[in-house]
């Protein structure tokens, strides 16, 4: 199907690539069979919202701003932590792959996986139901009675893999101000280099996503009056974080030849035969869970669709009928005028399968002029074998914006989504525009302000693994209730005979203490 080209202007096209991008994703998910979706999970779907540890919560890919010559891949599990969630905490899935892939031509089959595979050294026993029994300083701190190592692996296209780390340390969950101090320093310790270049970083962080999550409320409230709530600040995810060169993620280690990938998460896990008290894995591995794009399983997909999603690979998205009709007649963009009175965009849209299937290419033949972030660019691609699939594409030989701009492309910031997607990305304003065809029509000013959620609540970091620390403090405290100071370990006053004591004080002390951090608003920019 073809549509009448948009103009051709530079400003048009930034705008399409956007807002394209966060069409196609909007439409194919709820199109899948009885199933698709693909994207920003917290609890997506009916299935993954029953088993958190191994629900993906989003994907980022974006070439290393303080280190241009390598690429970072970050990926979440297991979403809403809320840090007084003791005593078990939240631990790696011990039965599940956690999988990070990369498509590097084209075929919508990883031609690079990296694996993180889990094991668990507790140290209670029927001693203590403590997680820690007194600060902790260390990884390897006697007070951590919960610890887990995990083992990289990187596997090729042919299903061989070679063992890149084994026994690398995981930052634990933050049991609190007085058990873990400073969880600064437990993050940097279980920072561990990679093996060719690189580095790889395992534990707890603040969620990355910002937005208003109330779009589940007739679409903020039905005249948007539900907007400029942070849902996810004070919550913390498991995170994973890659940093390595680009000549090991891209088409036959050239990235001046072949500077496109695409990437996707996934988690594959056991079966679980329960008996009273206790489970067992059982079986080869089922994927549960899939993330590329973000937003389109948890927003867009219908309910009887989204497990479905969750067990594809990406291979067989263009298979799937509905998934692909979908994407050129989306579903939301028809609530917004039913709700808002805002014209839907004609069908069929014809950008949206070529940011959503194909990447931004004019060798696509789709209606935007650009060559941006598909694998047909890359010069040592067989066309022949291209197969149109959802994924999280990145043009590494783009370099990092000197002043990133939250609306990426749409902004004329190429380096930003959906040319991957940095942490600061305002993913959610940038669909809004998107499914109200700001490809073709400009900024649409109605919905300009979009969730007054422009960044997140606590700030990233200038280095690897860029994530914020996460939180300790109770995410149902208002700002104005609590105390903003620490009281001192009470256990540091105890006589050595009370070791026990000591720690049941330190976690009657868990999450106490620390101020909220507020968001600053930020300006949204001017278009010309």
């Known amino acids: 199907m073809s549509a009448p080209p948009p103009t051709r202007r530079r400003r048009r096209v930034a705008v399409a690539l956007i807002a394209a991008g966060s069409t196609v994703l909007t439409g194919v998910l ?57 005593p078990n905490f939240y631990p790696w899935a011990t039965d599940a792959r956690h999988d990070i892939n990369i498509d590097s031509d084209g075929d919508a089959k990883p ?17 203590t139901f403590l997680y820690n029994n007194g600060p902790v300083t260390s990884l390897d701190d006697e007070n951590l009675l919960f610890r887990q190592t995990y083992t990289l692996e990187v596997v090729n296209k042919h299903g061989h893999a070679k063992t890149l780390i084994k026994n690398g340390k995981v930052a634990p969950s933050n049991t609190g101000a007085a058990s873990m101090p400073d969880y600064g320093t437990l993050r940097d310790q279980a920072i561990t280099d990679v093996p060719g270049g690189g580095k790889s970083y395992v534990g707890q962080a603040d969620d990355s996503f910002f937005l208003d999550l109330r779009v589940f409320d007739l679409l903020y409230g039905g005249n948007l009056s539900e907007v ?11 995170t994973i974080a890659l940093q390595v060169p680009k000549s090991s993620v891209v088409l036959n280690g050239d990235a001046g030849r072949n500077p ?23 079986g080869p591995f089922v994927q549960v869970s899939r993330l590329g794009n973000p937003l389109v399983n948890e927003v867009v997909v219908p309910a009887g669709l989204k497990d479905k999603f969750n067990s594809l690979t ?28 805002l014209p839907a965009p004609p069908t069929p849209r014809d950008d949206l399968v070529e940011i959503f299937l194909t990447g931004i290419t004019t060798k696509a033949g ?79 000013p ?21 994530v914020a620390l996460p939180g300790n403090t109770s995410v149902n405290q208002t700002s104005s209730g609590g105390s903003s100071m620490v009281p001192p370990p009470f256990w540091s006053t105890l006589p050595p005979s009370q070791p026990l004591l000591g720690g049941l004080l330190a976690a ?15 300006s949204a920019p001017a278009f010309a």
């Open 508 to 522: 009657v002390l868990i999450g106490s203490g620390v101020a909220l951090y507020r968001r600053r608003p930020e």
């Open 446 to 466: 109605a919905l300009a302000a979009g969730d007054k959620v422009d960044a997140n609540d606590k700030p990233f970091g200038a280095s690897f693994p860029y």
């Open 111 to 127: 031609d690079v996986t990296y694996r993180w595979t889990f094991r668990t050294d507790d140290r209670r026993g029927k001693s």
């Open 314 to 341: 990406p291979d067989q998205d263009r298979n799937i009928p509905d998934l692909v009709n979908r994407v050129t007649d989306p579903e939301l963009p028809k609530l917004i005028e039913a709700i808002y009175g």
């Open 228 to 238: 400029g709530q942070d849902t996810l600040a004070g919550f913390s995810v498991n």
């Open 30 to 86: 709820v199109g899948l069979a009885p199933g698709p979706a693909v994207a920003s999970s917290h609890r997506e779907a009916p299935l993954i919202a029953a088993d958190p540890p191994v629900d993906n919560t989003d994907v980022y890919a974006f070439v290393s701003p303080d280190n241009p010559d390598t690429v970072t891949l970050i990926a979440n599990w297991y979403p809403f932590q809320e840090p007084n969630g003791g």
């Open 260 to 282: 496109v990938i695409g990437v996707w998460s996934d988690t594959e896990r056991k079966s679980i035969k329960l008996k009273p008290g206790e489970q067992q894995a059982f």
């Open 366 to 444: 789709g209606p935007i002029q650009a060559d941006l972030n598909s694998q047909l660019n890359n010069a040592d691609v067989d066309p022949n074998k291209f197969a149109p699939s959802e994924q999280l594409r990145l043009n590494v030989g783009i370099p990092p914006a000197a002043d990133p701009n939250r609306l990426g492309v749409l902004a004329g910031d190429l380096q930003g989504f959906p040319n991957g997607r940095r942490l600061t990305d305002d993913v959610v304003d940038i669909a809004v525009q998107a499914v109200e065809g700001a490809a073709v029509s400009g900024i649409v």
